[in-house]
């Protein structure tokens, strides 16, 4: 079945360095979508990507479309403790739910 | 603006016994709904889903269904909870038809079977 595999499962980094996660997907996607979850909290929607090749920013975080469609990242410049938390990618196939990622947790230290 | 409900927030059951858990959505008509669980520390684990009233697709075989009563009312269920229920269950909706896919997720409820 379809399948969206996320890398890497855990990422620690001192505060102001960068971060990357990246999410492939084994079938075409429509679209991808990026969700960040606060420890603690529910999922919260950031960004939906669905041109192939497309990048949007949003301040310090950089989100990519694969040209394949199958593949997506997210970069963060300059980490801040604020920006701890689970990060989950989402991929639209041809069924009506997402299929997500299983998620990086990202930790800042200061 | 669109509201997600979900409740309780936290739930401690003990094993055998049964469950509801109730979702409602304010400020749309016709989202579709889906549950999900989240173990411990991992990733969001779809278990059902729905697109209209009565309308419920179940992605794993499991111990727990799922009922719409109502447009934008979701209902999860068991009849006997067993230990690998626990987990922290999220309520999500999206908009039906426009193309965006977008889910807005609820509080959560942290349930706990011992």
């Known amino acids: 079945g379809q399948q969206v595999m996320q890398i890497p499962q855990y990422q620690h980094v001192q505060e102001g360095e960068d971060f990357t996660t990246y999410c492939n997907s084994s079938t075409t996607l429509s679209n991808i979508q990026w969700y960040k979850q606060r420890p603690g909290g529910h999922p919260v929607f950031l960004i939906q990507?669905?041109?192939?090749?497309e990048v949007k920013k949003q301040k310090r975080l950089t989100f990519q479309f694969g040209e394949a469609k199958k593949n997506s990242s997210l970069h963060i410049t300059a980490t801040q403790t604020t920006d701890v938390g689970t990060y989950f990618c989402a991929g639209k196939g041809r069924r009506t739910a997402l299929i997500f990622g299983k998620g990086t947790t990202l930790s800042v230290s200061s | 603006s669109q509201t997600i409900h979900q409740w309780p927030a936290t739930l401690v059951q003990p094993v055998g016994s049964p469950l509801s858990l109730e979702c409602t959505v304010e400020?749309?008509?016709?989202?579709?709904l889906y549950w999900y669980r989240q173990a411990a520390g991992r990733g969001l684990q779809l278990l059902f889903y729905?697109?209209?009233?009565?309308?419920i697709s179940s992605e794993v075989p499991q111990n727990l269904s799922a009922s719409r009563p109502q447009d934008r009312q979701f209902i999860l269920s068991s009849k006997k909870l067993l230990l690998s229920d626990s987990g922290f269950y999220l309520c999500?909706?999206?908009?039906?038809?426009?193309?965006?896919?977008?889910?807005?997720f609820g509080p959560g409820t942290r349930l706990t079977v011992t």
């Open positions: 400020g749309t008509s016709n989202p579709n």
């Open positions: 729905s697109v209209g009233i009565g309308q």
């Open positions: 990507l669905v041109k192939s090749g």
């Open positions: 999500a909706w999206s908009v039906r038809g426009t193309g965006s896919y977008e889910q807005y």
